[in-house]
């Protein structure tokens, strides 16, 4: 009997790729689990803690610490690898700086004669997802990024608890740039199959257009909110990275808005950012462009530019 154990490879074990590697323990999404980073005693430490854990799950991963030509036979790279903003550093010296690190991560990656899917959430992950596809020379379905799967689930949740429903049966999009240029196109958004517009319409005394737009608005914020509160955001990016893996490693076709690259989508090429895109053992099944009214689109255009501005402005 020939059973393919899944396998995922992550790179960077600080709060994001721990949060990720927790969640991904105790929601059993793969077999084996290789722990990667710069500094390889926390990555021996952190192996070690999770195996402590093993006994009270309901797993029996394989969980280590190792080096790069581990990823060889790995199904997933999940990158989480980063180096942190210098007081006074400019946005583009930190980019420049996480261009560095990526150039030596996915070329160790790559080198090792990894052939699965990369994954990655270091930030500002859009543009750090396209150095991934530029510089590991993979096809683009196999390379992707969090996009605003996080900020997505950050809306479902807001709008669960204004329309008093279930987050899961809520359909609505965060898409475009992680960042201050993304945005929710509320012509797509549904309750179950009712469009959150004409909910509006026949609740006016209830809900309000003015009141999606202060959720809006705290979506695009909360990262800031939970930095100012503790510091660091991770558990939620942490399950976001999760529910990807699962995604591809379960083979289940699952719409998520991960940062993938555009070819043609809205009349745009070649810029990764966060859409709504079909999730399987392949990585991006398909790209679902969505029927967006004019203002939406504008948006979109909006994200696109400020991230190839972005893109041009590093040298790779
Ligand atoms: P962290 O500082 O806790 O961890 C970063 C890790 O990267 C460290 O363990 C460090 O040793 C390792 N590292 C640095 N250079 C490396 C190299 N060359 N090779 C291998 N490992 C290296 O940071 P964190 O809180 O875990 O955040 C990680 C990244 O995730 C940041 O870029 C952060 O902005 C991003 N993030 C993304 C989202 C999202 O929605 N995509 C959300 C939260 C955080």
Redesign the pocket.
Known sequence: MNIKSKKIAL?????????FAYAALNQNVCDELVL????KL??IGEAMDLNHGLAFSNTSMKIYAGDYSDCKDADIAVI?????QKQGESRLELLSR?A???R??VS?VVSSGFSGIFL??????DI?TRITYELSGFDSSKVL???????TARLRFLLGEYFSLDPRNVHAYVIGE?GDSEFTPWTQALLATKPVKKVLEDNAQKFSKEDLDTISVQVKNA?QEIIKAKR???Y??GM??TRIVRAILFNERSVLTVSARLQGEYGKQDVFLGNPCIIGRGGIDRTIELSLSCEELSSLHNSYEILQRSFCEIKL
């Not at 790179?11 to 949060?19: A, E, F, R």
């Not at 990667?36 to 500094?39: A, G, L, V």
């Not at 989480?80 to 942190?84: D, I, K, R, T, W």
């Not at 990024?145 to 900020?151: I, K, N, V």
């Open positions: 790179i960077g074990t600080g709060m994001v790729g721990m949060s990667i980073d710069i500094d926390r990555s989480c690898a980063g180096v942190n996480n560095e690190v990526f030596q991560v160790s990655v959430a270091t930030n500002p992950v750090m990024g969090t996009g605003t799967t996080l900020d992680h990262a660091a955001t991770y939620g990016i976001a990275i």
